[in-house]
């Protein structure tokens, strides 16, 4: 098949799932009969051919679990849009600056879009990718991070302990979205950031929060209340009934 166009991805699978309590990886803990990670390359790959895009998807994985991750894509239907598998670090910035460095053995243009998606988020649909991908193709805005309205009145309180959490504000709700992966960043802008953060030692659970940090733009795209992370257990009983109801 001839492709169009060409996109990175990266997808951050080395974290340790401590939420989850299990020992099982959670990435590999069934959600309507088919593994959270088999979901998530699945849906990616229907994406790109649908689109006709050749997509170069580098995962990360837990240090010294390479050749393990390797053995278990080769025989997948997705294996083709995984063309690295790389170590991840102790921290989610550490893996996802491992995948960026990946990267650069491809060669991409400043220009080229590079996707990061959380493994974790086994419900992403072929809509919100395509908004992501269409904000930084078509506009001119480096970097983009799926979204939605909060539902909930969030509340900011004074420190970070529970102890003593007493009310500092009452945010906005009309202004406060969250944010889910998948984030598009341009090549060049994720590249720079990356580096800029590995020497000041930033860290970040958020890749757009590092170019807000470098003071470049970043928009909201409409995301979907269904695209949710598998966090906790009872998040696996979520995403079985949301795939009920598709
Ligand atoms: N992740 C990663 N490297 C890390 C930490 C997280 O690649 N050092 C990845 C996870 O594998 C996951 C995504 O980032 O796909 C979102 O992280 P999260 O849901 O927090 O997963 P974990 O860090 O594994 O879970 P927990 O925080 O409960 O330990
Ligand atoms: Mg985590």
């Known amino acids: 098949m001839s492709c169009s166009r ?5 997808f ?3 974290g340790s799932g ?4 299990s020992d099982k990886n959670k990435l590999l803990m069934e959600v309507g009969g088919v593994s959270v990670i088999d979901r998530t390359l699945s849906a990616f790959k229907k994406f790109a051919d649908t689109k006709d895009i050749e997509l170069n998807g580098v995962l990360v994985v837990s240090p010294g679990k390479v050749a393990w991750w390797e053995s278990y894509i080769s025989d997948k239907d997705y294996s083709s849009i995984i063309c690295a ?5 102790d921290t989610r910035t550490g893996s996802v600056g491992n995948g960026v460095a990946v990267l650069e053995d491809y060669d991409p243009s400043d220009d080229d879009p590079v996707f990061i998606h959380d493994a974790a988020r086994c419900l992403i649909d072929i809509d919100s990718i395509t908004r992501c991908l269409e904000v930084i193709t078509e506009e001119d ?6 979204g939605v309205k909060t539902k909930n009145t969030i509340k900011m309180v004074r420190t970070g302990s529970s102890e003593s959490a007493i009310v500092e504000s009452t945010p ?14 341009k090549y060049r802008v994720l590249s720079d950031c990356y ?8 860290e970040a659970t958020d890749d757009t929060a590092l170019a807000e940090h470098y003071g470049y733009p970043v928009k909201i795209v409409e995301g979907s209340y269904s695209n949710i992370k598998i966090t906790t257990p009872e998040d696996i009983v979520i995403a079985e009934a949301l795939l009920n109801n598709r």
């Open 12 to 14: 951050p699978a080395a």
């Open 85 to 89: 598998i790389t170590e991840g670090g």
């Open 18 to 21: 401590s939420r989850m309590h």
């Open 195 to 202: 580096s800029e953060a590995s020497a000041e030692g930033y």
């Open 141 to 146: 805005t480096p970097v983009c991070v799926s």
């Open 172 to 185: 906005d709700r009309d202004l406060l979205y969250e944010v889910q992966t998948p984030q598009c960043f």
């Open 6 to 10: 060409k996109l990175y991805v990266i």
